[in-house]
């Protein structure tokens, strides 16, 4: 699954979402008529009793516009704000399988990283890649260290000079004191 967006919280009464994105092409994601995969780990609301709702493994966009850098959506069924109040948190997604290789041979989806082995150039195994977290300042690697813990890693150039897609690892360089934190 490619996680492309994240419903921030209800706007209105009418079941609309406010959507934090992370795609860089939402009018090809966010269309209308659009059905997006809920991330199969997401939990309702802390405020929602779980057997009254159930987040949809699905959800059909009916209508989409923009709103200060987000996206106001309504969902198909979704038409009440205490159901989109459920809904905060929730993970949007799309099959990975419907995602096209990137132009840029220097980039790359989330789903391709997770799971790699992450190595030092001398070849010490540092850990796998959990997830990527989209920070502000540059993307992270979330790593599952051998120890247990994580480690974030800044998803730069300097760091991580090369990632080997089909040798399934990823170089990181790390400066002196990353993993001393």
Known sequence: ??????????????????????????????????????????????????????????????????????????????????????????????DSADVGPLADPDEFHDHQLVGLTAVTPSGETLGEVARIDHAPASDLLVLRRPEGHTALVPFVKAIVPEVDLAGGRVIVDPPEGLFDL
């Not at 997006?36 to 009254?52: E, F, I, N, Q, W």
């Not at 198909?76 to 989109?84: C, E, H, L, Q, S």
């Open 1 to 94: 699954m490619l996680y492309v967006g994240r419903i921030a919280r209800p706007h209105g009464i009418r079941g609309e979402v406010i959507v934090d994105l992370r795609t860089d092409d939402p009018d090809e994601r966010f269309a209308p008529g659009k059905v997006l995969v809920t991330d199969p780990g997401a939990m309702p609301s802390k405020d929602t009793d779980p057997a009254a709702f159930q987040v949809p493994e699905r959800l059909t966009i009916e209508e989409v516009r923009s709103h200060h850098g987000r996206l106001i959506i309504g969902f198909d069924g979704i038409y009440d704000r205490n159901v989109a109040e459920a809904l905060r948190g929730v993970l949007l997604c799309v």
